[in-house]
């Protein structure tokens, strides 16, 4: 199994404020944003200023951005279902009948 990676919360604010500059750059994102929140576009488009600093702090408190329909799960059970997957290819004779057993 590959080990974990400690990804820094400096590398986590930047990622997580790409994520939302990215989204921000989509086409009638931000007159929507704007809209919803009753304010201007300029208004949106001055507050990506803040931005960076709000990633920071999230990312220190150990917060990430994620896109809505995102399906987060613990990392412990993620890792024993790879585990056990891995297991199980590995196993010739059972990755055999789990595949005969689906067509």
Do not use: N, W
């Not at 999230?58 to 994620?66: D, E, F, Y």
């Not at 399906?71 to 789990?98: F, K, N």
């Amino acid at each position: 199994m590959a080990a974990t990676v400690s990804v820094t919360p400096a590398e986590r604010a930047r990622k997580m404020h790409s994520t939302i500059l990215s989204k921000l750059q989509e086409r009638g994102r931000q007159v929507a944003i704007a809209s919803a929140l009753g304010v201007s576009e300029s208004t949106i488009s001055r507050s990506k200023d803040d931005f960076e600093q709000l990633c920071s702090i999230l990312a220190h408190l150990g917060l990430k951005v994620v896109e809505s329909d995102a399906v987060c799960v613990d990392p412990t059970m993620y890792r024993a279902v790879m585990h056990i997957m891995h297991r199980a290819l590995s196993d010739e004779e059972l990755a055999e009948r789990v595949v005969l057993s689906e067509g």
